[in-house]
């Protein structure tokens, strides 16, 4: 099978399916609550074998997912909704998607659902949101910072991604967040700083850990150079 399970900590698993069509991984996440399987993002509707297959073997099946957190309606992010018919399913107001919906517009600027804060970034799409898991200090960014299209880190899938960060910091200092969209990805990275995560979970590719302060704070000195 064409991807990769890991845990990513003691609650939390992520899947990265290889899209040989996009030339990228594309990344789903489970939580384990109390209250059953969350999932964040479910990656495009032929990946759904794969987040099958990955829950069998987590011991899970689609059923046991009760939360849906969609970070934007891309059809990477939304394609593979309609697996989980026992989930309430999330996304935020401003945004729009065409994946068969039974997906509620309901979420706000910035709140809380379960365990989750959460807040909308807004840059990438118009309804883009933000999660914080609290309880293990996870964000999950979709692709307000991802790695669409580069490989993994060589430290692996969950790693410090040491190699990874240059790339994202060159992307910044070389113009690849424009102008006009700067102020509101600045605006997006110091929410992300206020959160302090020790983990950040992308919506392609790699997930990092370790030292995201100095990560976060390394881009927002670029974007204000600019
Ligand atoms: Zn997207
Ligand atoms: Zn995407």
Known sequence: MDYLLEQVNNQIYVVAIWDAEWNTYTNAYFIQEDTGLTVVDSCKEGHSVFLQHALNKIGNTANDVKLMLVTHGHED???GVSLFTEA?????ADETFTAASSISSELLDRGTIGNYEYTRVGYHSPGSVIFFHRPTRTLFTGDFLCFFGDPLSDGGLVSKGDDLRPAWIEFLQGGGVSKGDLPQFLTGLRIMKEYDPCVMCTGHGGVLVGDLDVFLDE??????KR
């Open 219 to 224: 881009l927002i000195a670029i974007g204000e």
């Open 77 to 79: 992010h939304v394609g």
């Open 88 to 92: 309430k399913k999330v996304i935020h």
